[in-house]
């Protein structure tokens, strides 16, 4: 994702970051990092714990330390870094649903004022995908069928607030169409239930969906990206069809609050030089993630956007806690 395009998922929002920095933040970051920097991030074998590893190299030559992924359960990871010392050696790498735990009900910390920006990695989009047996060939095209006939198609998702469900109630919402909801346990069931015609119609990740879809077992729509990505090459926005539409995930790095402003500025510096590198940049591609590499403020911009845009959203979907 480009400056560009975090304006428009911004939307015009001002930004007003209010970092401390504490009285020994300068001679703290003329020697930071003195020791190994453990990054906290998800289970291990999963997506994030696999594109963490792809940085840790780079990062760990551009700091001149270490740096260690620490695999822990995502649900803990926040209250962890909240209580670690605001140092810079412990700092966390998560996703969306970071963002949406509190407006689920499922976490009670505040992700705008409560943790310390570093940068927005990078994002991972939706495709919209449906049954190659569905009669449709287009975002307007299903948004036709849909209102014709109220009801009678069935969306498949995962875990409540989890990227796809959310992606599909926005466009339940803005397209104002009625479709079911069947919930699966995860996103591969899901997935299996719309190949078989048990659902018709999915929002997933394009990594997931793409072997189907270069078989011809399912048919993709269109892209929940504003632009056009190269990760899902001929594809058209959805925001064509549905103008506004968008919904992507990302991935952010956050230091313990009072984390002085030197020292995220010294991690932000090697993150973005990764993020910006022909290494880094295919390291992502590969993995199905748009590269992005955001200054801490656009970070806390893109916080404070995510989760309001998603409170509503998930308000009015009455989806999980928010029931």
């Given at each position: 994702?480009?400056?560009?395009?975090?304006?428009?998922?911004?939307n015009g929002?001002?930004?007003?970051?209010?970092?401390?920095?504490?009285?020994?933040?300068?001679?703290?970051?003329?020697?930071?990092?003195?020791?190994?920097?453990?990054?906290?991030t998800?289970?291990?074998?999963?997506?994030?714990?696999?594109?963490?590893?792809?940085?840790?190299?780079?990062?760990?030559?551009?700091?001149?330390?270490?740096?260690?992924?620490?695999?822990?359960?995502?649900?803990?990871?926040?209250?962890?870094?909240?209580?670690?010392?605001a140092?810079?050696?412990?700092?966390?790498?998560?996703?969306?649903?970071?963002?949406?735990?509190?407006?689920?009900?499922?976490?009670?910390?505040?992700?705008?004022?409560?943790?310390?920006?570093?940068?927005?990695?990078?994002?991972?989009?939706?495709?919209?995908?449906?049954?190659?047996?569905?009669?449709?060939?287009?975002?307007?095209?299903?948004?036709?069928?849909?209102?014709?006939?109220?009801?009678?198609?069935?969306?498949?998702?995962?875990?409540?607030?989890?990227?796809?469900?959310?992606?599909?109630?926005?466009?339940?919402?803005?397209?104002?169409?009625?479709?079911?909801?069947?919930?699966f346990?995860?996103?591969?069931?899901?997935?299996?239930?719309?190949?078989?015609?048990?659902?018709?119609?999915?929002?997933?990740?394009?990594?997931?969906?793409?072997?189907?879809?270069?078989?011809?077992?399912?048919?993709?729509?269109?892209?929940?990206?504003?632009?056009?990505?190269?990760?899902?090459?001929?594809?058209?926005?959805?925001?064509?069809?549905?103008?506004?539409?968008?919904?992507?995930?990302?991935a952010?790095m956050?230091?313990?609050?009072?984390?002085?402003?030197?020292?995220?500025?010294?991690?932000?510096?090697?993150?973005?030089?990764?993020?910006?590198?022909?290494?880094?940049?295919?390291?992502?591609?590969?993995?199905?993630?748009?590269?992005?590499?955001?200054?801490?403020?656009?970070?806390?911009?893109?916080?404070?956007?995510?989760?309001?845009?998603?409170?509503?959203?998930?308000?009015?979907?009455?989806?999980?806690?928010?029931?």
């Amino acid at each position: 994702m480009t400056r560009s395009i975090l304006t428009i998922l911004t939307n015009g929002l001002t930004f007003s970051l209010a970092m401390s920095m504490a009285g020994t933040g300068s001679s703290l970051a003329q020697t930071y990092p003195s020791k190994p920097v453990r990054i906290l991030t998800a289970e291990a074998g999963g997506a994030f714990d696999i594109a963490a590893r792809t940085f840790t190299r780079p990062v760990s030559e551009g700091l001149g330390q270490r740096v260690i992924i620490d695999n822990r359960p995502s649900i803990l990871i926040p209250n962890l870094i909240k209580s670690a010392p605001a140092d810079g050696y412990t700092v966390c790498y998560l996703g969306t649903s970071f963002l949406m735990a509190p407006i689920l009900g499922e976490a009670t910390y505040n992700p705008s004022t409560e943790f310390s920006p570093v940068t927005l990695l990078n994002l991972s989009h939706q495709v919209l995908a449906v049954n190659r047996s569905l009669p449709v060939a287009s975002v307007k095209e299903l948004i036709a069928m849909a209102k014709a006939q109220p009801g009678a198609l069935n969306y498949a998702k995962g875990r409540d607030g989890s990227g796809g469900h959310l992606a599909s109630e926005l466009f339940i919402s803005m397209a104002a169409i009625n479709m079911v909801a069947i919930p699966f346990k995860g996103g591969g069931p899901a997935i299996a239930s719309v190949l078989a015609g048990q659902t018709q119609v999915i929002f997933a990740n394009s990594p997931e969906v793409a072997e189907y879809f270069k078989s011809g077992r399912l048919k993709l729509l269109g892209v929940s990206t504003p632009k056009a990505t190269p990760l899902a090459p001929g594809l058209k926005p959805i925001s064509d069809d549905l103008p506004g539409f968008e919904a992507s995930s990302g991935a952010m790095m956050f230091a313990p609050p009072q984390t002085p402003v030197p020292v995220i500025q010294r991690l932000n510096q090697e993150m973005v030089r990764y993020a910006k590198s022909t290494e880094g940049r295919e390291g992502m591609l590969k993995l199905g993630l748009d590269p992005v590499g955001s200054t801490s403020e656009e970070l806390s911009v893109y916080v404070k956007y995510q989760t309001t845009k998603w409170t509503k959203v998930i308000e009015d979907g009455k989806v999980g806690g928010a029931r």
